[in-house]
Structures are given as structure tokens and as C-alpha cells.
């Protein structure tokens, strides 16, 4: 069984899923790294290569990969549970918990993973130019109920850091393992 952690960018699944593993002994697998490297470029140079549509179908394509993989806790794309065939697929090999924050802590935490050297590690959403909280929220809202279709379990991120998170996921999985 895996455990997946799903939620908007900025919700901390890959930080998350580092605490969560490492306290399980179990491998951790980010699906973006594997899209990365399967295609053997950036997530940006995917959509700009190829759009939305084709970078969704490698989604789709490494998360059936992923799920073949011995028990991991597996650090989703924001998008990833957009498609019902994705959301099965997590529900017929893992539990999944949403990172649910809200839309302003999300774009604040965006923003400020936009200042590092790296820059933009993701494309926008919606509109070029737009504003970046008004993004946040509206995808947000689009996804809430795919986000909710595919949880086992909930956790608010907004005002806990990582180890709190990886804490209160750990003892909701006691409880389902029990």
C-alpha cells in the first residue's frame, strides 16, 4: 500500500513526504521527478512542448509506473488527481491524504519559492500576467472537489511545519492500519 499526499503547490507534499518516509523507513518517490525524468526535461519544458493535455497523459503514465512500485509514500502533482482513471488508481493501491491550505498561504508560499536561484519550478495555471493569488484561488476551487473524490483523509497545513504534519498523518495511519 502506498500513501499519497495530495494538495495544491505550495502544500508541502514533497517536504512532507520526506518526514513521512524517512519515519516509516520507506522509499519516498515524487511523481514531478519522475515526469522529469522520463521525458528528460522540465516540467515547464513539458507544457511548453507539449501543453497541458500531453504533459497530464505522462502524469498519468508514471503514476501507473509508481503505483507498481514496492509500498512508498508518493508526493502527487497538484493536478494529478484531475483525472478519474488517476484518482482509481490511487484508491486501488494506496490511502491518500489532501495538504489542504488556504488560498493565501499557498500563494504566499509560492511566491517565495519563486524568489529562490531556481526561479519558476512550475507554469501558471490561467492567465499570463495574471495575478498570482487570484490564480491560486481560482484553481483551487477548481480542484476541491477532485482533491476531495480522491482523500482518504484531510489534514490543514496553514498554521503547522513539516514535522507536525508528518506527526498527524502517521497517527491517522495507525488508526487505519490498526
Given amino acids: 500500500m ?9 502544500s508541502g507534499k514533497s517536504s512532507v513526504a520526506r518526514a513521512v518516509g524517512e519515519a516509516l523507513g520507506v522509499d519516498v518517490i515524487d511523481l514531478d521527478d519522475v515526469i522529469e525524468q522520463s521525458a528528460g526535461r522540465s516540467i515547464p519544458e513539458i507544457f511548453a512542448a507539449e501543453g497541458e493535455a500531453g504533459f497530464r497523459d505522462r502524469e498519468a503514465a508514471a503514476l501507473t509506473q509508481v503505483a507498481e512500485l514496492p509500498p512508498s509514500v508518493v508526493a502527487l502533482g497538484g493536478g494529478a488527481i484531475l483525472r478519474e482513471s488517476n484518482r482509481e488508481r490511487i484508491r486501488q ?3 491518500c491524504v489532501w495538504l ?4 493565501e498561504t499557498l500563494a504566499a508560499r509560492i511566491a ?16 499570463p500576467g495574471g495575478n498570482p493569488a487570484d490564480e491560486v484561488a481560482t484553481v483551487l476551487q477548481q480542484r476541491e472537489p477532485h482533491y476531495t473524490a480522491a482523500a482518504d483523509h484531510q489534514i490543514s497545513v496553514d ?4 514535522p507536525e504534519i508528518a506527526e498527524q498523518i502517521l497517527a491517522w495511519l495507525d488508526t487505519q492500519l490498526s
Fill in 2 to 10: 502506498h500513501l499519497y499526499l495530495t494538495g495544491y503547490r505550495g
Fill in 93 to 95: 493501491t494506496g490511502r
Fill in 100 to 103: 489542504v491550505a488556504t488560498a
Fill in 112 to 127: 517565495a519559492d519563486e524568489q529562490n536561484e531556481n526561479g519558476p519550478q512550475r507554469p501558471s495555471l490561467t492567465q
Fill in 159 to 162: 498554521q503547522q511545519n513539516i
